[in-house]
T-cell receptor, first 111, second 113 residues
Framework: EAQVTQNPRYLITVTGKKLTVTCSQN?????MSWYRQDPGLGLRQIYY???????DKGDVPEGYKVSRKEKRNFPLILESPSPNQTSLYFC??????????FGQGTRLTVV | LAKTTQPISMDSYEGQEVNITCSHN???????ITWYQQFPSQGPRFIIQ???TKVTNEVASLFIPADRKSSTLSLPRVSLSDTAVYYC??????????????FGTGTLLAVQP
């Protein structure tokens, strides 16, 4: 089954404790991206990747890092999480620019 | 990337046809129009995509006038399970395009019995 898998689905952490949210897709897509969704602000893109070793900032990249060492994986790294990064995060992948497949989401709470 | 404008919310009843219009005055020549559906706490799901005129699939129809400055998503005979947020996006869908999808705040469609 074609899918984008994120882990974990839920995470509560403390300020400053490094964490990684994993994202994996099994569709051999070139494009992958990360979004955060906050009430009233819609979906905002954090980072995206057009292929292995090619990444670029989205609209809200501050406080996040990504890597794309393999085509199927695109982890999101928070080196020093802060409470304002409490959000619902989505990973997406696509073969072309617009028809993206999204993961189930990761609800992160930073206390 | 072209900015889109769509109603914040719409109400409907089961069995009715719902049309959600999106305005994108600054659409570029190679831009496609794509609609997504999102249920609470789930990732957006691709519904339909088009470039001009009319596109229809098993879920919806997309009407795009000749000037392409707007588009209308048409959902036939909605049911309660169609209650969701619907996003209109405009951007290039050709090979080599970036993946900078801009979602906006979408249209919350509420379907009532």
């Amino acid at each position: 089954e074609a899918q984008v898998t994120q882990n974990p689905r839920y995470l509560i952490t403390v300020t400053g404790k490094k964490l990684t949210v994993t994202c994996s897709q099994n569709m051999n897509h070139e494009y992958m991206s990360w979004y955060r969704q906050d009430p009233g602000l819609g979906l905002r893109q954090i980072y995206y990747s057009m292929n292995v070793e090619v990444t670029d900032k989205g609209d809200v990249p501050e406080g996040y890092k990504v890597s794309r060492k393999e085509k199927r994986n695109f982890p999101l790294i928070l080196e020093s999480p802060s409470p304002n990064q409490t959000s619902l995060y989505f990973c997406a992948s696509s073969r072309t620019g617009n028809e993206a497949f999204f993961g189930q989401g990761t609800r992160l709470t930073v206390v | 990337l072209a900015k889109t404008t769509q109603p914040i919310s719409m109400d409907s009843y089961e069995g009715q046809e719902v049309n959600i219009t999106c305005s994108h005055n600054n659409i570029a020549t190679n831009d496609y129009i794509t609609w997504y559906q999102q249920f609470p706490s789930q990732g957006p799901r691709f519904i339909i995509q088009g470039y001009k005129t009319k596109v229809t699939n098993e879920v919806a129809s997309l009407f795009i006038p000749a000037d392409r400055k707007s588009s209308t998503l048409s959902l036939p005979r909605v049911s309660l399970s169609d209650t969701a947020v619907y996003y209109c996006l405009v951007g290039a869908s050709l090979s080599g395009a970036t993946n900078k999808l801009i979602f906006g705040t979408g249209t919350l469609l509420a379907v009532q019995p």
